[in-house]
């Protein structure tokens, strides 16, 4: 099915160059509704707005080339389920992913384009990249975490510290989620501070977002480069830094 998904979407996306088409889940979220807003900026087209309670009839023919999940960990069924049926790449963006929803995701790859984001900013993703470098060169020097949000924000640390704390494993830095330090603070979007320290130096690597519209428009970014026809199977954010298409690239 991967090759044939591949064929299906990239001749439809290219046919024309029309707008890619997103079905959103979470519409009426805080990133699924900024995504909304955005789409046409960044040349796409929300076609299949879905929101918490039942689908409008007036959607449920909608058309779309890509599934953006921007609802709840209690969604990402409901996202699974239509990206299967619809047989259409699926953009991940929930955080705090629980057992049952890592595991549809997990069954879902085999079969279509997955990519699994907690945080779309193209500045984190980037930051993201560096790390591995980082880790590896400073291998004497200790590493801390710093994440800052609003005070609204519930979970501690936030899923992009938590991520971090992956990249950081993998580079074989033995850092634990509790060991990040979290502050709620007002209406701060986000803050993220990895800091590698020695006895002489110190290095901070800083992301901070100024608004919240970076979000939407990194998760409109990746779903273009999903729509361009990938394989079935797991993607992250980095991948989508590598080439982009040149049909479809950043707006």
């Given at each position: 099915?991967?090759?044939?998904?591949?064929?299906?979407v990239?001749?439809?996306m290219?046919?024309?160059?029309?707008?890619?088409?997103?079905?959103?889940?979470?519409?009426?979220?805080?990133?699924?509704?900024?995504?909304?807003?955005?789409?046409?900026?960044?040349?796409?087209?929300?076609?299949?707005?879905?929101?918490?309670?039942?689908?409008?009839?007036?959607?449920?023919?909608?058309?779309?080339?890509?599934?953006?999940?921007?609802?709840?960990?209690?969604?990402?069924?409901?996202?699974?389920?239509?990206?299967?049926?619809?047989?259409?790449?699926?953009?991940?963006?929930?955080?705090?992913?629980?057992?049952a929803?890592?595991?549809?995701?997990?069954?879902?790859?085999a079969?279509?384009?997955?990519?699994?984001?907690?945080?779309?900013?193209?500045?984190?993703?980037t930051?993201?990249?560096?790390?591995?470098?980082?880790?590896?060169?400073l291998g004497?020097?200790?590493?801390?975490?710093?994440?800052?949000?609003?005070?609204?924000?519930?979970?501690?640390?936030?899923?992009?510290?938590?991520?971090?704390?992956?990249?950081?494993?993998?580079?074989?830095?033995?850092?634990?989620?509790?060991?990040?330090?979290?502050?709620?603070?007002?209406?701060v979007?986000?803050?993220?501070?990895?800091?590698?320290?020695?006895?002489?130096?110190?290095?901070?690597?800083?992301?901070?977002?100024?608004?919240?519209?970076?979000?939407?428009?990194?998760?409109?970014?990746?779903?273009?480069?999903?729509?361009?026809?990938?394989?079935?199977?797991?993607?992250?954010?980095?991948?989508?830094?590598?080439?982009?298409?040149?049909?479809?690239?950043?707006q």
């Amino acid at each position: 099915m991967g090759s044939t998904l591949t064929k299906n979407v990239r001749e439809s996306m290219h046919a024309g160059f029309r707008p890619v088409r997103l079905c959103v889940v979470g519409a009426e979220g805080r990133l699924g509704s900024s995504i909304v807003r955005h789409a046409e900026s960044q040349g796409c087209e929300v076609t299949r707005p879905i929101g918490r309670g039942e689908e409008p009839p007036n959607t449920r023919d909608g058309r779309f080339d890509v599934v953006v999940d921007a609802s709840t960990v209690e969604g990402v069924q409901r996202a699974c389920s239509i990206a299967e049926a619809h047989e259409m790449p699926l953009l991940e963006c929930v955080t705090s992913l629980d057992a049952a929803a890592k595991s549809a995701l997990k069954a879902l790859e085999a079969r279509i384009p997955v990519l699994v984001a907690s945080n779309t900013s193209l500045g984190i993703a980037t930051v993201r990249t560096l790390l591995g470098t980082m880790s590896n060169a400073l291998g004497g020097w200790s590493v801390s975490i710093t994440e800052t949000h609003h005070s609204g924000k519930v979970d501690r640390p936030s899923g992009t510290a938590r991520v971090i704390v992956s990249d950081l494993h993998a580079a074989g830095r033995a850092i634990d989620d509790g060991e990040v330090v979290s502050h709620r603070e007002g209406d701060v979007i986000g803050t993220h501070e990895i800091v590698f320290t020695n006895a002489e130096e110190r290095i901070v690597l800083r992301h901070e977002a100024m608004d919240r519209s970076v979000f939407a428009i990194g998760a409109i970014r990746a779903a273009k480069w999903l729509a361009a026809g990938r394989a079935a199977g797991r993607y992250a954010i980095a991948d989508t830094l590598d080439r982009p298409d040149p049909h479809f690239g950043d707006q």
